[in-house]
């Protein structure tokens, strides 16, 4: 990717990740709305973290919307891990800092690796071992740059990410190591965990687009009970004990003009779900299908599946009328949520009888990885 490709996508990912789908007042008509906020830390329950000389990896989820979050996400477990450092669970960054219990179950994490999340990790950990007055910030840039200052709070999201969290920073590290097999012995020697016991990143420490071998690492993200519920009362309420394909559309004005920038390249955002090993590029019809091929692939798969029911998420126009005109002969009922939580609808895709996605949107990519490990189909725009 060019140092031009390399800056669009950024800006695109910085520009999302401060959109929100819905405003404040809202919250309360659409599914995921009204909630009762829950203490789910584990040091609620007893379950109080005890300090790891090993050291540990806490990084800023800062980059795009959900699906890209969870990409970095997984690359930094996989880096945690290959470190053999406890795992501080991040908050996810929507309009606030998202406990990561919020959406997902601490335990199965727990199973992977030594976990701790970010709150408790401040309450009971940070206090002793990672003081005011010794808290660096690492970030990474190129050998090159004659640039010491990592900035860790400056802009949004980074500044409210921080913040809520209660840290500042007392100096920078800027490192040129990278979170690849070929450094990764380098890291415990330059950064011991006896001098550098907090890795704290600007940014997560994983590559994107993320890599293959990071995508199995999707088993360990289960959802919290609250989306489990939240999507299951969505299915009980609508469309009970039917069979249903789930599909994302990807339309909203900043996507279509990333779009643009895609056509003809080997790997873009989350393509490589779908064209890595072919020596395929990226189509308009992949990334920004037209009416005809959304109308097209979605027709198929209902008359292959006898479903009736099509499930929508979207990020602007769901085509709910359309698709349910085209679909008439065969008595299909559209339905789109809109969730004011889109984990939920996550969760309502990763669920359906086929899913049809987008091949370079990471929020595709989300859904496409948990429905492969549990065996479940999928297709793309565009692809199939």
Not at 87 to 101: G, K, Q, S
Not at 210 to 227: C, F, G, P, T
Request: aromatic share 14%; glycine share 6%; hydrophobic share 35%.
């Amino acid at each position: 990717m060019s140092l031009k490709e390399i800056i669009f996508v950024f800006f695109f990912s910085y520009c999302s990740i401060i959109v929100r789908p819905h405003d404040e007042d809202d919250r309360g008509q659409r599914p995921g709305g009204p909630y009762v906020y829950r203490d789910t830390r584990p040091s609620q329950s007893g379950s109080i973290p005890q300090w790891d000389p090993n050291g540990y990896v806490l990084f800023c989820l800062c980059m795009g919307r959900t699906g890209n979050q969870i990409e970095h996400f997984l690359g930094g477990m996989a880096f945690a891990k290959a470190l053999n450092r406890t795992l501080v669970l991040p908050p996810f960054r929507t309009y606030r800092n998202v406990r990561f219990t919020e959406w997902f179950k601490f335990e199965p994490m727990a199973e992977f690796h030594r976990v701790v999340l970010a709150e408790d990790f401040m309450e009971y950990i940070a206090p002793t071992h990672w003081p005011p007055g010794e808290r660096f910030g690492f970030c990474w840039k190129p050998p090159s740059s004659v640039d010491n200052d990592c900035r860790m709070k400056e802009g949004s999201p980074f500044g409210p990410f921080w913040d809520g969290l209660g840290v500042d920073f007392d100096a920078s590290i800027v490192y040129s190591l990278s979170y690849h097999d070929g450094d990764i012995a380098r890291w415990p020697k330059v950064y011991p965990p006896e001098t550098y016991p907090v890795l704290a990143m600007r940014g997560a420490p994983a590559s994107y687009p993320m890599a293959r071998s990071n995508r199995h690492l999707q088993r360990y993200l289960v959802y919290s009970d609250r989306i489990i519920d939240e999507a299951q009362k969505y299915i009980e309420d609508h469309f009970p004990d039917e069979r249903y394909v789930g599909i994302h559309l990807r339309n909203g004005v900043d996507w279509v003009n990333a779009c643009n920038g895609a056509e003809s390249q080997r790997s873009y955002m989350a393509s490589p779900q779908c064209l890595e090993g072919t020596s395929d590029v990226i189509t308009k019809a992949m990334c920004n299908p037209p009416l005809s091929e959304v109308l097209r692939l979605t027709r198929d798969v209902v008359l292959a599946t006898n479903a009736r029911v099509v499930y929508v998420a979207t990020d602007k126009n769901p085509l709910t009328k359309e698709i349910q005109d085209h679909l008439a002969d065969r008595n299909v009922t559209v339905f789109h949520a809109d969730p004011w939580l889109p984990m939920i609808d996550l969760a309502i895709l990763s669920r359906s009888d086929h899913f049809i996605g987008n091949c370079v949107s990471s929020f595709t990519s989300f859904v496409k990885r948990a429905r492969d490990i549990e065996g479940r189909p999928s297709s793309f725009w565009g692809r199939s």
